[in-house]
């Protein structure tokens, strides 16, 4: 009898644990363009890409988190290779005026999207929560290329820049 409580209290706890930070993301079927790309068996050649990144459209009660994610969105791409224009202090433009601007840049796309959650969940623990849009758009035409919408949230201990963090890198990787 005892061993069966002690088995029904380790279910119960993975279940608990299991299912308290989850992220959901729904994309394009195309990733990302490959800054990097395999020339052949011993070289890898480099793409110059170039990304104007503006500050994303903030949809929550929180301030600055558009600003906010996008600040995190320009180092991981610069991370994965992008050369990234950022306008991530200037206000938020129409897609018109942002593809405008990124001709400008000489940028051969620009990024665009907006911020729907950006909070710690009210309770005991107050988990991060996020929620967050991005498309990538190609300056000539102001053609879409990718897109990627996904939501977080994490543990109590967690930060919601972490989560963010931890949600936009896998949204970059599809």
Known sequence: MRLVYIIGLIGSALLTFSGCSQSHIASTYKSLPKVYVDHNATHIKKNIIKVSLFRLNNYTDTPRAGMRAANIIEGLLISKGYKVKSHIDDKVPSL???RK??????SKYFMYG???????KTGIDGEPAVSIQLTLYKTKKTKKVWSATGSDSDWGNASIGETAQDLLEEMLEY
């Open 114 to 120: 907006g911020v729907s959650e950006w909070r710690y």
């Open 96 to 98: 018109k005026k942002a």
């Open 101 to 106: 601007i990124a001709k400008k840049d000489k």
